[in-house]
């Protein structure tokens, strides 16, 4: 739960707000409960949002919302804010097995508190009225824009369209013998692209393997209870001080198991997680290269089209043609279309820059956080360890001198 | 004088035994290290206020192991180290002797590898340690607690494989290969007649020593032998088949050595000195062996020679020419079991079948220890494997970063990975170090399983004396019994019967011969037992012994590398400390 204290660029003091108490807005995300049966079983998260922003209902508000209520929310967000990079949510699909265990729930819950708390504590995201619709609307309300959203249909009709000229200008570059898409040709942006790109492989790589030190500090536990119990077993059989000594032994060897156990839950949320975050922040910021690739694209298309439309429009006043008029409405609203897609595209790279800055120093300090508790948690551990093994020592030398 | 992390530092290239890591150069974060551990003694860390142990990783000997099971090849690190001072080799009596230059609870990890690294590396460095006269691998001897004032040793070494060519007229030519080993023994023991010599030995002839051995020495708890391997000819030439057979004969022949009985047999002797063609009566095949009893048989079946000769008595039916007898030892054991009838003499020694249940007891208990040390053993060496490469990914990660920085935000966060990634490699090598060295703790565990099929061995020959004696006895009543009936029968006519007299004679000679075989048999029979008796107190006094010596080391080893992997952390812990995230 991070309260926000960033400046809200552009925003006044409401001459509603009482006191001169910063803004703010707070979330958290908690309580999992399941609910539904069978198949259609789904866990719901309660969502309290504390704020003073004028333009929400409240200072407190209470809303039950489940997994796809938050996809919802960043899918509204992507379209919207192009070129910031959206907080990356926890992945979709779990194994059938695991999708309930308590584990995966409290994973999810957790990335899920994150990912509201970053869109509220980004000065432009905070605004947004799909946020404080999401934080705020009933639950009926939001069933159904959610399933508006899912709908096989989603897209806008201008968007169909345009999906239709895009593959339609795609077919009849292949047949002209076009060559590939356009690109930008700015040697930074392509260095920084060629960076996100392996700096995803380099993650993906660096998160295998905690999540396999995770996997190893349980089997680690479970080998030395087992071992335990066997020692245990045998201090039976031997008797005398010598099967005291292996009790002990064995006692002690379980007592450890149980702190691997809960070392390696804590590597989990703490490290694994972390990472496996800073892996879909990656992919966030890979899908924003491909909108800023999508808007250049179209961008360029457009000049296109506005230079033959210039030429025909030019054609058709020269032979003063009928159908100048609409040839000339037509290129007025191309030309705002292209106006329009120029500053879209310059306002993703603009933003992108800003983003790019913050996301640095963000991954700088989470990955410093990561790792601090990963160290503290392996030093515990390690000090743990010593403590209980050094404890037995001068029972095995009482032991041999008797 | 404090071993600082420096040296560690340069240890991460020795031993690295990935080409990533040799490639890397690391420059060295940890250039405050000298100042560091001061540093932490006078900060309120809330992390680790223990010791910071002095580093001592030298002795990371068996960081090679590829294998955790198998024995650790030893390097020499002695010598490899110029920065490591010689007393290496701590006196586990000793713990607190201050290596460390706290004053804190004693810091193992200056302790951790003494009872046997020591062993080892003095072996290396040509001192000996006179009470201990095997190595680890072979240790069931009179423990260095109650080692007696006597110093003598008797080390066997095997090296040197050979491949030899068997030079009878076989058809085949250049047919018949074979390995010969050299067996090297230092030696001070007196009978030997001499302190160093050698001979070349195949393992046919490993195989006639423990068989001689065996009829020798019923009853004592005589180590097993390695198995015979029944490959292919080509398996056998292959050089790790040699080697891992060299390193079991090497095992054996010291197991031996340690055995206060068997280590003054001829037959030992004979072995480890004669040269050329071992003298020892080979052992023939069963099929020889039947071959012969059945040549035996008819005559004995005539009534000719069935007398038990007093010197056959003293081996097992089982396993001889003498069918006749196995028939016969074969209806008594029968007798004993199913007709219920109580033989003359029976094992009566509830203290000895009281043992005998123990001892499988235990057997039961240290089979299913030696299960767990090993799955132990390996989900350590996993972890440390894990460890290491996430280490590794991390380096690429700082490498990949410090290339392609732009904002200094990322030259902040590859100096915290390069930070992270170090510790984890050098946490990682430490855990495997640490695996080594429990594997060679743990071992001992297996080596007593090992050792029950010896005692199995033993108490067979007890089962099997006592049954010849029962045999004896009841061949000696029906014989009696005979002669009786025969004395009364002749009795009944005037001036005697000749041939029934004839008989009487014989029978009673039959009788004599008997008589002495069954004395023979049971002075055996007591012997044996004996021999087991002193053996299972040897047994438990030797075993309590080594299981303590395991457990210490075992806990030791566990303590010192914690305490080392706890100082790694520590420090990355403090390092990144302006992160820590304020309690929520």
Redesign the interface.
């Known amino acids: ?1 991070i309260s926000t204290n960033r400046t809200l660029s552009g925003s006044s003091q409401s001459p509603r707000s009482p006191s001169s108490q910063p803004p703010y807005l707070s979330v958290s995300v908690s309580d999992p409960v399941k609910l539904g049966n069978g198949v259609q079983a789904y866990i719901s998260y309660r969502v309290i949002t504390k704020t003073n922003f004028p333009e929400y209902q409240g200072p407190e508000k209470i809303v039950i919302r489940r997994y796809s209520d938050f996809i919802w929310l960043r899918d509204r967000l992507f379209e919207k804010y192009k070129g910031i990079f959206i907080p990356p949510l926890p992945e979709k699909s779990a194994v059938e097995k695991f999708r309930f265990s308590a584990e995966f729930i409290e994973m999810r819950r957790q990335a899920l508190d994150i990912f509201v708390n970053r869109i509220a504590s980004h000065h432009a995201l905070q605004q947004s009225e799909d946020l404080r619709t999401f934080l705020q609307a009933d639950e009926e309300t939001m069933e159904r824009l959610r399933a508006h959203e899912t709908s096989i249909f989603k897209k806008k009709p201008a968007d169909l369209m345009q999906m239709f000229k895009d593959v339609q200008s795609k077919v009849s570059d292949v047949v002209l013998g076009k060559e590939k898409p356009v690109e930008e040709s700015d040697p930074e942006y392509e ?2 692209k060629h ?1 996100i790109f ?2 995803e492989n ?2 993906a ?2 998160q295998k ?2 999540y ?2 995770v996997k ?2 349980r ?2 536990g ?3 209870s ?2 335990g ?3 245990k ?2 201090g ?3 008797g ?3 099967g005291r ?2 009790s002990e ?1 064995g006692a002690k060897s379980e007592t450890l198991s149980v702190k691997l156990q809960k070392e390696a839950h804590q590597l989990l949320m703490n490290f694994e997680e972390p990472l496996k975050d800073y892996v879909r922040a990656v992919q966030s910021v890979k899908a924003t290269i491909t909108e800023r690739a999508n808007a250049f694209r179209r961008q360029c298309e457009l000049t296109e089209t506005i230079k033959l439309k210039e030429i025909n429009l030019n054609k058709l006043s020269l032979i003063r043609s009928d159908k100048v008029g609409e040839a000339e409405m037509e290129y007025n609203e191309l030309k705002a279309e292209s106006e329009e897609a120029t500053r879209l595209f310059e306002s993703i790279v603009r933003l992108m820059n800003e983003e ?2 913050h996301f ?2 963000r ?3 989470d ?3 990561a ?6 948690g ?3 551990l ?2 743990g ?3 209980a ?2 404890s ?2 001068p029972k ?2 009482a ?2 001198s008797s | 004088m404090m071993g600082s992390e420096n040296e560690g530092f340069e240890e991460a290239h020795l031993y690295a035994s990935r080409e990533e890591m040799e490639n890397l150069v690391l420059d060295d974060p940890l250039n405050n290290n000298g100042n560091d551990n001061n540093n932490n003694n006078n900060s309120n860390s809330s ?2 206020g ?1 010791s910071y142990s002095a580093y001592r990783s030298a002795m990371s000997s068996l960081s090679d192991t590829h294998h955790p099971l198998s024995s650790p090849i030893l390097v020499t690190s002695a010598e490899s180290d110029p920065l490591l001072s010689p007393p290496r080799f701590r006196d586990l009596r000793n713990p607190n002797a201050p290596e460390s230059s706290y004053i804190e ?1 004693p810091a ?1 990890s200056d302790v951790i590898f003494c009872p046997f690294e020591g062993n080892n590396v003095s072996d290396i460095n040509g001192v000996e340690s006179p009470s201990r006269n095997s190595d680890f691998s072979g240790r069931f001897s009179p423990s260095s ?1 109650s080692s007696s004032s006597s110093s003598e040793y008797l080390k066997i070494t095997v090296s040197n494989p050979q491949k030899e060519q068997e030079n009878s007229n076989s058809i085949v030519p250049g047919g018949n290969t074979y390995v010969t080993y050299l067996i090297s023994t230092r030696t001070n023991i007196s009978d030997f007649g001499g302190s160093e010599f050698g001979v070349r030995r195949r393992f046919r002839d490993v195989v006639t020593l423990s068989d001689r051995l065996s009829e020798s020495y019923r009853g004592l708890f005589i180590p097993p032998r390695p198995d015979k391997s029944v490959v292919e000819s080509q398996v056998m030439q292959k050089q790790e088949f040699v080697e891992q057979r060299r390193v079991a004969l090497e095992k054996y022949l010291r197991r031996l050595a340690a055995h206060p009985m068997i280590r003054r047999s001829d037959e030992l002797k004979v072995f480890l000195q004669v040269q050329g063609k071992l003298p020892l009566p080979t052992t023939t095949d069963v099929a020889s062996r039947m071959l012969d009893g059945a040549v035996k048989l008819p005559k004995q079946l005539m009534g000719e020679s069935t007398v038990l000769a007093p010197h056959e008595v003293v081996q097992p039916a089982k396993g001889g020419r003498d069918l006749l007898r196995l028939f016969k030892e074969l209806k008594q054991s029968m007798a004993n079991d199913w007709i219920g009838s109580k033989p003359a003499v029976v094992e009566e020694d509830k203290e000895f079948l009281e043992k005998k249940e ?1 001892v499988n ?2 057997e ?3 089979s ?2 030696s ?3 090993e ?2 053993v ?3 060496q ?2 440390g494997e ?2 290491g ?2 280490g590794l ?2 380096i ?2 700082t490498k ?1 970063e410090n290339e ?1 920085a ?2 200094n ?2 030259r ?2 590859a100096t ?2 390069k ?2 990634a170090t ?1 984890a490699v050098k ?1 990682s090598r430490f855990y495997r170090e640490l695996n080594a060295q429990t594997v060679k703790h743990l071992d001992m565990l297996h080596e007593y399983l090992g050792l029950m099929l010896a005692v199995h061995n033993a108490f067979t020959d007890r089962s099997s004396a006592l049954l010849t004696v029962q045999t004896l006895l009841s061949d000696l009543s029906s014989l009696e019994s005979k002669a009786e009936k025969l004395e009364a029968a002749s009795s009944k006519i005037f001036g005697g019967d000749k041939s029934r007299v004839r008989k009487i004679d014989e029978l009673k000679d039959t009788i004599r011969v008997t008589e002495d075989a069954k004395n023979v048999a049971i002075r055996e029979y007591e012997r044996i037992k004996e021999n087991n008796r002193t053996e299972l107190e040897r047994l438990d006094r030797e ?3 080594d ?2 010596t395991m ?2 080391g ?3 080893n ?2 010192g590398y ?2 080392k ?2 100082n790694v ?5 403090e390092e ?6 304020e309690s ?1």
């Open positions: 739960m260095k920084l960076y392996e700096l380099h993650l790589e660096a393997h905690a396999r030190l190893r500090h089997e680690l479970q080998s030395l087992d071992f119990k066997a020692v077993l045998l039976a059989c031997e005398n001080s010598l000594a292996f032994l790019l800055v640095q120093e991954k700088t300090l990955m410093g956080i790792f601090n508790e990963f160290a503290r392996q030093a515990r390690a000090n360890i010593a403590d093994w050094r037995l020592l095995l030398e032991c041999s | 992390i680790n223990k609870p193992y607690s123990r007891d235990l039961l208990q240290l299913n220890a299960q767990q040390a799955a132990l390996k989900a350590q996993d972890m894990t460890l490469e996430l990914a991390f690429k990660l990949f392609e732009v904002f935000s990322q902040v966060r915290d990975m930070g992270f510790a946490a075993r309590k012994a299981f303590l457990l210490k075992f806990v030791l566990q303590v914690a305490e992997i706890s952390w520590t420090k990355v812990a990144t400390s302006g992160y820590e995230k929520s």
